[in-house]
């Protein structure tokens, strides 16, 4: 029976693990991107490392969207250049994995 459990979580597709997740949205952004830095960064690791998919590349300009942001730290990890500030939002504030 435990058996069956750990299946059906690892085996649940990731669209619907992610209908669990709620935000609540502070208005002071937690992450901010500083696009100037952005410019020449050919490999743009932060567009394929987020799970959230938060970074992308219009026009060739770099544009980003805190408001769904998972928390997981990764982008800040993946961009050498140090064109991340990241700080976790006020107590109270951003993602909540569980459903409630
Ligand atoms: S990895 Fe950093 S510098 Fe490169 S595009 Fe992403 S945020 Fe900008
Ligand atoms: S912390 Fe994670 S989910 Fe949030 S923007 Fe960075 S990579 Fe995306």
């Known amino acids: 029976m435990q058996e069956l ?10 669209e619907e693990r992610l209908e669990l997740v709620r935000f609540k949205v502070d208005k002071r952004p937690h992450i901010r991107v500083h696009t100037e830095a952005c410019r020449g960064c050919d490999l743009t690791p932060c567009v394929y490392v987020c ?17 769904h942001c998972l928390e997981c730290g990764t ?17 109270g504030w951003g993602v909540s994995f569980r459903a409630s």
């Open 5 to 14: 459990a750990s299946e059906s979580v690892v085996t649940q597709p990731i």
């Open 51 to 67: 799970p959230a998919g938060l970074f992308e590349i219009l026009g060739g300009e770099m544009h980003f969207s805190y408001e």
């Open 75 to 91: 982008c800040y990890v993946a961009c050498e250049r140090k064109a991340i500030e990241w700080e976790y939002p006020r107590g």
